[in-house]
């Protein structure tokens, strides 16, 4: 496609559940990356993947937080035990390397509420 | 990543540049001046970044200071469809998708 994906669009969901979201970079993008944000502040960092690895997941709040991206170009953000804490727009954006001099393109988010 | 700092809120004429400042006085010589915007209910926009030079682009132009310790993004004719908050960002040559937001400035293009 010619962006970043992201689906659903909208999810609600039950305290405690388990949720999927998922995000389909740009086709070539190796760097991939996602935030989330709450009502009223700027996107915070989650993690980082470089191809399948993540390179950084300094951001993923506890454990509950998981993504995955096994062959290298969609994600997967899971989030185990879901908490009404949760509820954000999660956002995914991709780059061509990552590094030096490179712009990141976000996809539209996934918007949680868990009720 | 150095942090910075930029006002809450601006408004602008339609018409009429925008200018709007951002403060970013601990950053490093390998780190990149990034600005991005976000317009209601959307993920955030690239709209242009720079290490030392000013640079210009069809969207917007950057001029960064000699000492590099702020900057500001120009909007040369600001229109109704500028309205967004407006993101400056230091980040590292070694990962530039890695994006420290602050709070950003809220820009609000008036007829």
């Known amino acids: 496609g010619a962006g970043v994906s992201q689906t659903p669009s909208n999810k609600v969901t039950e305290k405690g559940k388990y949720v999927e979201l998922r995000c389909d970079p740009i086709s070539g993008h190796t760097a991939l990356y996602w935030y989330r944000q709450s009502l009223g502040q700027g996107p915070e960092f989650l993690i980082y993947f470089q191809g399948t690895g993540a390179a950084d997941d300094s951001g993923l709040p506890n454990d509950r937080f998981f993504a995955v991206r096994p062959e290298g170009s969609v994600s997967t953000l899971k989030i185990q035990r879901t908490e009404r804490g949760d509820s954000a727009v999660y956002l995914c954006?991709?780059?061509?390397?990552?590094?030096?001099?490179?712009?990141?393109?976000f996809g539209q988010g996934t918007r949680l509420t868990v009720v | 990543d150095a942090k910075t700092t930029q006002p809450t809120s601006m408004d602008c004429a339609e018409g009429r540049a925008a200018n709007l400042p951002c403060n970013h006085s601990?950053?490093?010589?390998?780190?990149?001046v990034y600005w991005y915007r976000q317009i209601h209910s959307q993920g955030p926009q690239y709209i242009i970044h720079g290490l030392k030079n000013n640079e210009t682009n069809e969207m917007a132009s950057l001029i960064i200071t000699e000492d590099r310790k702020s900057s500001t993004l120009i909007l040369p004719h600001a229109t109704l469809r500028d309205t967004a908050v407006y993101y400056c960002?230091?980040?590292?040559?070694?990962?530039?998708?890695?994006?420290?937001f602050g709070q950003g400035t809220t820009l609000q293009v008036k007829p």
């Open positions: 960002i230091v980040s590292r040559s070694s990962n530039t998708g890695k994006l420290i």
């Open positions: 601990t950053i490093s010589g390998n780190e990149y």
């Open positions: 954006a991709s780059s061509l390397t990552g590094a030096g001099n490179t712009e990141a393109f």
